[in-house]
C-alpha cells in the first residue's frame, strides 16, 4: 500500500499555504479500503494533525517539512488498515466479544473521568462531535484489536537459551562494563539540637556497631531511634532504614551496582580498601557550614571487562531484547499475511 497517498492526501507547508488551502482541508473523502471498510483523510488528519508542531520543529525547511507529513501520512495510513484487517480477522474467526467487556471498560471511564455523573460522559461525546454509539463501537475495536495482538505476542513471549547465547554473542559489545562496586551506604546528618562533634561521635559509634552487630541494639535505643523491633541479628540494611538520612534508606542502604569512576574520590579510595563485607569509617563531607558523614560498605565487586550472560540482570536484558525482537517479528509476518488475506485498496482520486 506505500505511496498510495503522495498524490491524494492533503499536504500542509507553511502557515499561508494552509490558510489558502480551506476548503480542500474541509473537503474530505476516502483514500482507501480495507476489506471493505473506508479510510478517510479525517480518520488521518486526526492522528496526524497533534505531530504537527513536532514534525515542524524537526525540518530544516518547508520541502522537509512536506516529506515528513507525506512520510506520516503514509504511516498512519498503514497502521489504520492493518487495524481494520486484525478486527476483520477476528469477526471472520466467529468469535465474539462479550458485551460486558465493552460495558465495564465504558462504566471505568465514566467513574474515573466524569465521577460517576453519565450525562456529562455523553455530553463530552456530543461535544468531540461522536455518539455512545460511536464511542462504543470504537472501544469495542480496541479491545478486540488488542486481543489479537496478546495473542501473537504470547506466542513470541518464550526465549530458549540458545537464543540468549546467540544475541548475547552478536552483540558482546553492548555488555562491555567498568570496574564496579556493589554498595550499601548509611548517611547521617547532624541533628537540630546536635553539635558537630556530636554528629561525629554517633556516626563512630554507628560505624563501630555495625562491625559488632551484637551492639546495634544497645547503640539504636543509646540514641533513641525508633521503628519496628528487628528480629534475628541487626544488619547494615536494618541500621540503615531507621538511621541513615538519603534516598537509598528505604532499601536498606543498598545503591546497587555502581562504576568506581563515577563515585566521590574519597569513596572510591576507601572503597579500594575495604574486603567485601567490611564497614568503613564514617567519610566526612562538607557542604556549607555543615556537615554529614556517610558509612560504606562495599557488598561485591566486578572487575572491568564483558558481563558475564549467566549474571541475572544480564540475562533479563537480552531476554527482553530477544522477546522484543520476537515479538516483532511474529506481528509483522501476522499483518503481511492478513495483508494478503483481505483486501486493501486505494481508492481512486
Known sequence: MKSILFSS????????????RVPELQDDRIVATANGTGITLSDIRRQIDPNMGQ???GAKNDAEFKKAIINAEE?????????????????????GLPASYIDADIEETIRRDFNGDRNRFVASLRAAGTTPLAHRKRIEDGIIFNYMLSQIRRAAWDVSPG?????????KADFVRKEQAKLSQITITQGAA???EETAARA???????????????????????????????????????????????????????????????VTAK????????????????????????????????????????EPEVMATIENKVRQINMNIAIKRWLEDLRAKHHVQAQPQ
Not at 11 to 20: P, R
Not at 217 to 242: H, Y
Not at 283 to 291: N, R, T
Open 9 to 20: 492526501l492533503v499536504v500542509l507547508t507553511t502557515a499561508a499555504t494552509t490558510a489558502q
Open 55 to 57: 514534525l515542524r520543529a
Open 75 to 95: 504511516e498512519v495510513l498503514n497502521s489504520i488498515a492493518d487495524r481494520l484487517l486484525v478486527i476483520a480477522e477476528f469477526r471472520a474467526s466467529g468469535s
Open 163 to 171: 537464543k540468549i547465547l546467540e544475541y548475547y554473542e552478536k552483540n
Open 194 to 196: 546536635e553539635k558537630p
Open 204 to 266: 563512630a559509634t554507628f560505624a563501630d556497631a555495625l562491625r559488632h552487630p551484637e551492639k546495634i541494639a544497645a547503640t539504636l535505643e543509646r540514641f533513641k531511634v525508633t521503628g519496628k523491633p528487628i528480629t534475628g541479628t541487626p544488619t547494615f540494611a536494618d541500621v540503615a532504614m531507621r538511621v541513615s538520612t538519603d534516598d537509598y534508606a528505604s532499601k536498606g542502604g543498598d545503591t546497587g551496582w555502581r562504576d568506581l569512576e563515577d563515585l566521590n574520590e574519597s
Open 271 to 310: 572503597l579500594r580498601t575495604l574486603k567485601v563485607g567490611e564497614v568503613s569509617d564514617p567519610l566526612k563531607f562538607d557542604v556549607g557550614p555543615s556537615s554529614f558523614y556517610v558509612i560504606i560498605s562495599q557488598e561485591a565487586t566486578r572487575p572491568k571487562g564483558f558481563a558475564d550472560v549467566n
